[in-house]
Every structure is written in structure tokens, then in C-alpha cells.
């Protein structure tokens, strides 16, 4: 059974692309890299680390210190319905904590093909546009939205 409590991993580039994947179970579904806690007491930067080795084939331990960075951000949200099987009895929500993860635009992308179809990168409003989920689109908006005011 899954646990309730996931990372979701805004992978970026320099040139404002965003890294988009496909679900396998959901063809049409595009969203960043996500996946829950495999232990309750695994830290969430553990769990960030783990699901882009998985899901993409980066390994963070080779990228310049401080690519990975917390965003201290996490958002509640309604698990759907068709969904909730993987959860135990019960569970009906998830609490999602957020990643960015700047990689070089040259960066080799390895889809798991048993979670996603392909790959796309994409300027990130294209990209927060063409999220199912509306927690992946506002990660990809405030993440910009604050490197905006930074400037």
C-alpha cells in the first residue's frame, strides 16, 4: 500500500524548460516526476533523490551541489477516486511536498517504461499548461513566479 505523502520533482533547465513524462497508465496524462514516501520515516529529499534516479535515469549525486533544492512548499490534495486502491482503506488524501532540480539542457533523460511513455521538454508555461494535475501546474507557476521576483 502506498503511503500518503509524495514528492513531486520540478526538473529545469537554464533555458526555462521544464521536463514533462507521460504516464503509462494514463496515456495523454504529462506530469513532472512524482512518487510517494517507500518507507514513513524516509526523508523526503531521499524520496526526491530515489524517484528521478527512477523515473528518469538522473542521478543527483553527480550534478553540482545544491541542483536539488527544497522548496519548502507542500499542498494537500484529493487522491482520485480510480487511484485509491493503491492507498490503504480509508485514505482519501495526499500531502505533496515540492522539488526543483536544475539539470544542464544537454542532460540525458531515461524514461521507466513500466511508469512513463516518453519524455518532452517544454518552456514552462507550455508546460504548466499541459499538466493533468493542477498541483503540478501551480509547482511549475510559483517556481517561476518566485525566480521572477528574485531578479
Avoid at 53 to 63: F, M, R, S, V
Wanted: proline share 7%; with cysteine; hydrophobic share 40%.
Amino acid at each position: 500500500m502506498k503511503i500518503p505523502i509524495s514528492v513531486l520533482v520540478l526538473i529545469h533547465n537554464r533555458n526555462q524548460e521544464v521536463l514533462l513524462l507521460e504516464r503509462a497508465d494514463r496515456p495523454g496524462f504529462w506530469q513532472s516526476v512524482t512518487g510517494s514516501l517507500d518507507e514513513i520515516d524516509e526523508p523526503l529529499e531521499g524520496a526526491a533523490i530515489r524517484e528521478v534516479a527512477e523515473e528518469t535515469g538522473i542521478d543527483i549525486q553527480a550534478l553540482p551541489l545544491g541542483a536539488l533544492q527544497n522548496l519548502h512548499h507542500a499542498v494537500e490534495y484529493e487522491i482520485y477516486p480510480s487511484w485509491r486502491y493503491r492507498y490503504p482503506p480509508g485514505v482519501e488524501r495526499n500531502t505533496e511536498h515540492w522539488f526543483a532540480l536544475e539539470v544542464p539542457p544537454s542532460a540525458a533523460i531515461r524514461v521507466a517504461p513500466r511508469e512513463h511513455l516518453q519524455y518532452v521538454w517544454l518552456p514552462y508555461q507550455e508546460a504548466a499548461q499541459k499538466c493533468f494535475s493542477h498541483t503540478n501546474r501551480d509547482a511549475i507557476l510559483q517556481f517561476y513566479d518566485n525566480l521572477s521576483a528574485l531578479k
